[in-house]
């Protein structure tokens, strides 16, 4: 390069200054949020398919249950029985499930 552009990289490039510690600092933080925030997002997607899974099982069991015999003659015979058991199983899934993982917004498990 000749002097001549030496000379209008120095006047037209930019001065020389300390680096922002401040701008850094905040960049710094919203990656430690991002990085908070994907983690909850992968917890949360978990579980919501484990908890799809629990509930597709207890399903898939209560109607192989409700098509057994033994079951029907229960229900013919005393209704009351099946509803208050199904419940007091409604009840246990609940509980289950919303006892699991109680965190608070950016919270871990």
Same mark, same amino acid.
């Given at each position: 390069?000749? $002097?001549?552009d030496h000379f209008l990289r120095d006047s037209l490039?930019? =001065?020389?200054?300390?680096? $922002?510690? %401040?701008?850094?600092?905040?960049?710094?933080? =919203?990656?430690?949020? $991002?990085?908070?925030?994907?983690?909850?997002?992968?917890?949360?997607?978990?579980?919501? %398919?484990r908890d799809s899974i629990g509930i597709a099982a207890?399903?898939?069991?209560?109607?192989? %249950?409700?098509?057994?015999?033994?079951?029907?003659?229960?229900?013919?015979?005393?209704?009351?029985? %099946?509803v208050g058991g199904l419940l007091g199983a409604f009840?246990?899934?609940?509980?289950?499930?919303?006892?699991?993982?109680?965190?608070?917004?950016?919270?871990?498990?």
């Amino acid at each position: 390069m000749s $002097d001549f552009d030496h000379f209008l990289r120095d006047s037209l490039g930019p =001065q020389e200054r300390e680096p $922002d510690r %401040l701008f850094v600092a905040r960049v710094q933080a =919203q990656v430690r949020l $991002d990085e908070k925030l994907a983690a909850r997002r992968r917890t949360i997607g978990l579980r919501l %398919l484990r908890d799809s899974i629990g509930i597709a099982a207890i399903a898939a069991g209560l109607v192989v %249950l409700a098509e057994s015999p033994a079951v029907a003659e229960l229900a013919a015979g005393s209704p009351e029985i %099946l509803v208050g058991g199904l419940l007091g199983a409604f009840g246990c899934v609940v509980a289950l499930f919303s006892s699991s993982g109680r965190a608070g917004p950016l919270g871990a498990n």
